[in-house]
């Protein structure tokens, strides 16, 4: 074997940029990564951050590194190793070391756990969302599941667990798909945000997705359990995912939603024709088409049927509406009802706050979307900020009355007239029942900063 050069991390320390030369440690070998930078790619800037120090905290950050040809890379660039006398670093130990990778255009809220949305720009360009630009909300970290050993625990009516394997839900149930958007309640709480901080993630628009779902009908399952329809309690899910006290995600929806024939919920293993990927829900998750996100349960393992909610924090302290004088000090969560199926709701994808527009042509795109099955059936949009309104055209799948699962894509093909200054482009949207969006944003203000659906606005300054 090679004998290399020792070097103490104080001299690793010194090589901090491309000037003194980039050096990195990982676990006792030292690398001068000088020459990799233009080539990284992930970008140069992303392994400045590591040097002159160790990559192992950075890399249970971006955990796709933890591969054999990133490290047979990284061997090229050895040029020695820490001496003995160094102290090992303490292990990251990050019980978000195992998550999966993700694309990059997403836009994150927070890294840990992942909270990321697709951006404005790239959301209302699929009427199917590709899994990977999917919005991603985990509370916890990705769990690790061995699609072989997982099981599916069902309590039956008289009290006995039930266990099914994902080769017995794919074999002894028939298939079905369902197109389905998932909302989360947070979906434009960035908007809330700037009325009054309500300190939780500043979603933009983009929590908001949509998906083809395959998977068992949840009914299917539960009548061979031995449930009958027709009973007046919830079903409660709970997931794989666990926090340090070992609680993990819960939520519930009510049974006679689990059991209707017109709903289809799902026990999905798989999204857009591909297996179910890690982020949501590996190797099975809950769909309920028409209702808020949270009741979407991700790695769902164990399925019961009783009188009450889920007990979950998540179903009974989180996703609930109130008023805008409820304060943290005067609220009573017993109160207001879980959320569950959403209100009609609409955003401007394009052009977005970002960007300029010219006078002339312009496109305007958006998504709608209404829960419950909730056909939309009219996107109404403004350039000057409400007081003309033109009629955007709607795209998407047809579905059944009552079963509109999925989002519509609209636009807009408009004309700035010249001399235009700025734009005040505002959208709202109609569902079947004639619901429409809330004008103002201030009132629906609430200490979750949840449910906001007000008419979605852009401001953009028009140059010649
Ligand atoms: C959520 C702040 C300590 C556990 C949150 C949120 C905030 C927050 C702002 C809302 C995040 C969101 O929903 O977007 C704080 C502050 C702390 C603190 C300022 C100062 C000590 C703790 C501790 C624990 C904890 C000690 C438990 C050991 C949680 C949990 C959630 C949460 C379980 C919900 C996470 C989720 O729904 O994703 N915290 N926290 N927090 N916090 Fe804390
Ligand atoms: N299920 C589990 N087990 N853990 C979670 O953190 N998040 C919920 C729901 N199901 C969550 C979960 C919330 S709040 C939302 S909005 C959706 O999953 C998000 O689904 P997605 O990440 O597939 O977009
Ligand atoms: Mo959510």
Avoid at 454 to 462: G, L, M, S
């Amino acid at each position: 074997t090679t004998s290399f050069p020792r070097f103490t991390r104080e001299e690793v320390a010194r090589h901090h940029n491309e000037a003194n030369r980039v050096w990195v440690t990982y676990g006792n070998d030292v690398f001068d990564v000088t020459n990799f930078l233009e080539l990284h790619p992930g970008g140069k800037s992303k392994i400045l951050l590591a040097a002159g120090g160790a990559l192992e905290p950075f890399w249970a950050l971006y955990a796709m590194h933890k591969q054999d040809h990133v490290q047979e890379i990284l061997q090229e660039y050895k040029i020695g190793e820490l001496s003995p006398e160094e102290p090992p670093l303490p292990s990251p130990d990050d019980p978000y070391a195992n998550d999966p990778p993700r694309h990059p255009a997403l836009r994150v809220n927070t890294l840990k756990p992942y909270n990321a949305e697709p951006p404005p720009e790239l959301l209302a360009e699929y009427f199917l969302t590709p899994n990977q630009l999917f919005f991603k909300r985990n509370h916890l970290p990705v769990p690790v599941v061995d699609p072989e050993a997982y099981r599916l625990c069902i309590q039956s009516p008289s009290g006995q667990t039930l266990s099914f394997s994902l080769q017995d839900l794919k074999q002894n149930f028939p298939k079905y798909e369902v197109t389905a958007t998932i909302q989360c309640a947070g979906n434009r709480r960035a908007e809330l945000n700037a009325v009054q901080n309500t300190n939780r993630l500043g979603w933009n628009i983009g929590a908001i997705s949509n998906a083809c779902w395959g998977g068992a009908r949840l009914r299917d399952v539960l009548m061979q359990a031995g449930y009958q329809p027709g009973y007046d309690g919830h079903v409660s899910f709970e997931g794989l995912d666990k926090d340090h006290s070992g609680t993990v995600y819960g939520a519930s929806i009510p049974f006679q939603k689990a059991m209707s024939p017109d709903v289809d919920v799902l026990l999905a293993y798989e999204m857009n024709g591909e297996e179910l990927p890690r982020d949501h829900g590996f190797p099975l998750r809950v769909i309920v088409p028409g209702v808020v996100g949270a009741r979407h349960v991700k790695w769902v393992a164990r399925i019961t049927v009783g009188p009450e909610e889920s007990k979950s924090h998540w179903q009974q302290k989180d996703y609930k509406g109130f008023s805008s004088s409820v304060t943290w000090e005067t609220v009573d969560f017993s109160k207001a009802p879980a959320i569950q199926e959403m209100p009609i709701q609409s955003a401007i994808t394009e052009p977005s706050s970002k960007t300029s527009v010219s006078p002339g042509e312009l496109k305007v795109k958006g998504y709608a979307w209404s829960g419950g099955g909730q056909r939309v059936i009219r996107v109404d949009v403004s350039l000057d900020g409400g007081k003309n309104w033109q009629e955007a055209t709607l795209t998407g799948e047809e579905q059944l009355p009552g079963q509109a699962w999925a989002w519509k894509l609209w636009q807009l093909d408009t004309f700035v007239p010249p001399g235009t200054k700025e734009l005040n482009i505002v959208c709202k949207a109609v569902d079947t029942s004639y619901n429409v969006q809330p004008e103002r944003v201030e009132p629906l203000w609430n200490i979750l900063g949840v449910l906001n659906n007000a008419w979605h606005q852009v401001r953009v300054p028009v140059e010649e």
